[in-house]
Nanobody
């Protein structure tokens, strides 16, 4: 059984930092594409960043230079380091395994074979 558990969310002031972690069981993070998505109230879910199985990464334009995705194969965990946070980053953040992560098209499609975590809330105050 595949399980994804996010942690690290919280309340932070604008300009602050958080590091999200996604600990996975049931599959190997180094063998699949892993992604971070977010959904703010009243908005659609959007892809934030992903790392494919060969180590290529994508980040959406609004977080480039501020967010960094990484993985630790020994801990079977994927991280999202978030710096210079602003109120527009406020959302529920979800980890996904098996999402698309195409560094050429910068697409992060998801589908019925994508596994999801429960999410962790990030709130940035101004």
């Amino acid at each position: 059984q595949v399980r994804l558990m996010e942690s690290g969310g919280g309340l932070v002031q604008a300009g602050g930092s958080l590091r999200l972690a996604c600990t996975v069981s049931g599959l190997t993070v180094g063998a699949v594409n892993m992604g971070w998505f977010r959904q703010a109230p009243g908005k659609e879910r959007e892809g934030v960043s992903c790392i494919n199985w060969v180590g290529g990464t994508i980040a959406r334009d609004s977080v480039k230079g501020r967010f960094t995705i990484s993985r630790d194969n020994t801990k079977n965990t994927v991280y999202l380091q978030m710096n210079s946070l602003n109120p527009e980053d406020t959302a529920m953040y979800y980890c996904a395994a098996g999402s698309g992560c195409n560094v050429n098209t910068r697409a992060m499609p998801t589908g019925p074979t994508t596994y999801w975590g429960q999410g962790t809330q990030v709130t940035v105050s101004s």
